[in-house]
């Protein structure tokens, strides 16, 4: 026996019975003040990840420095096999 095949039709929504969103009730001038402000939220997040980072790289520089004035530190951490340097 064979089985029969069903053709399942579902109707598919027209694009003009898409519901409104909240992007098409809002005002432009208003859509336009929030675009503005995300992107100055943007800059200012970056900048401040940015200044964050030349902290981070500032400090780590002026530990290195005092590193390498340090004798203990450098005696520590130098190759110990003073042989190759006869």
Not at 1 to 9: L, V
Not at 16 to 37: C, F, G, I, R, Y
Not at 70 to 79: A, N, P
Request: charged content about 45%; hydrophobic content about 25%.
């Amino acid at each position: 026996m064979a089985k029969k095949k069903r053709n399942m039709h579902t109707p598919r929504p027209e694009p003009s019975d898409k519901p409104a969103t909240l992007k098409d009730m809002l005002n432009p001038q208003v859509l336009e003040q929030l675009k503005a402000t995300t992107e100055a939220l943007k800059a200012s997040e970056s900048e401040r990840l940015e200044k964050e980072r030349q902290q981070r790289e500032a400090e780590r520089k002026a530990e290195q420095k005092r590193r390498d004035n340090d004798f203990e530190y450098l005696l520590e951490h130098s190759e110990m096999d003073w042989r190759k340097y006869k």
